[in-house]
């Protein structure tokens, strides 16, 4: 998750530096949670934390660290940084130097990240860090007591050099096809429900769900929602100028799932209309070769 988190990040980024104009010459992002099991790594049971500050830190040849600059994480726990001109980022990496108040999972940082770098575009150089970790004093009663050994990071296919700039809208049974696979990006029909939507919806729909059955969702309010939104999801994912970017995307579906019946389905026919595209939005993807 977290590092899908960057991935949408660094896509929302590319288009406003696109659109806007931005000089900067280094864009930095990553994003920050609370890591409830005390495990050292993501997993469903943690969430991201909003008002951690993050500072970009740099060591000289001696060892010396010179902070470069901060910033704070947002909402979804995501934060970016954009640096003038063109400074070595080869020893450079981002750590938690200060915590929200009143909040319980702070008893401790995990490990400052390094960076790395992902894409150069209009003239600005972009890196990515991995997920910091926060902690609480112990972990979570409901916590697995333990564990298989397992990769700090879950890991997601290749980020697309950058989403279409052309309007595209592609329906559930498009995406059901075998020979539009190649246009799944980020995630894959195996990737599993909570790993793309998260806590809230793995406890609605299990662990085990893929994105794949997912768009299968008949009859049920909640499956019928589930596949509208994996539609929106991977809609969102090929196209910037789809109605739902994919930050509402997962925000929307969350409320969703956490809301009353009735929002829940007002929010599958609101995804059902964006999926549906209009007269000047069709679908625009074309099947694999």
């Not at 000289?60 to 909402?75: F, I």
């Not at 599993?192 to 008949?218: H, S, W």
């Not at 589930?226 to 994919?246: D, H, K, M, V, W």
Request: hydrophobic share 40%.
């Amino acid at each position: 998750m977290g590092t899908l988190c960057n991935s949408i990040l660094l896509a929302v980024l590319l288009v406003s530096i696109a659109v806007e104009g931005t000089r900067a010459d280094v864009v930095v992002s990553g994003s920050v949670f609370c890591d409830q099991c005390k495990d050292g790594r993501w997993s469903l049971f943690d969430y991201p934390l909003n008002g951690v500050n993050v500072a970009l830190v740099c060591a000289d040849q001696g060892g010396a660290e010179k902070v470069l600059m901060q910033e704070t994480s947002n909402l979804v726990g995501a934060y970016s940084m954009r640096l003038k001109g063109s400074p070595d980022m080869r020893r450079c990496f981002a750590r938690v130097v200060g915590s929200p108040q009143g909040n319980w999972c702070t008893a401790s940082a995990g490990p400052a990240r390094s960076l790395s770098p992902s894409v150069s575009m209009f003239g600005v150089s972009f890196y990515t860090v991995d997920s910091l970790l926060l902690q609480p004093a112990r972990p979570m009663s409901f916590c697995p007591k333990s564990v298989n050994p397992r990769p700090a990071h879950p890991v997601f296919p290749a980020m697309p050099p950058l989403p279409f700039l052309q309007p595209s809208a592609c329906p559930s049974r498009f995406w059901l096809m075998p020979q539009n696979r190649c246009n799944w990006r980020l995630v894959g029909p195996q990737t599993k429900v909570a790993l793309a939507f998260g806590l809230a919806a793995a406890q609605k729909y299990g662990t085990d769900m893929t994105l794949g059955q997912g768009l299968l969702g008949r009859g049920d309010l909640y499956r019928t929602l589930l596949r509208e939104a994996t539609t929106a999801l991977l809609n969102s994912y090929n196209s910037i100028q789809f109605e739902y970017p994919t930050l509402r995307v997962l925000w929307d579906m969350n409320q969703a799932l956490q809301g009353t019946p009735r929002q829940a389905i007002r929010q599958a026919l609101r995804f059902s209309r964006a999926n549906a595209g209009s007269r000047s939005v069709t679908c625009r993807l074309a099947a694999c070769h």
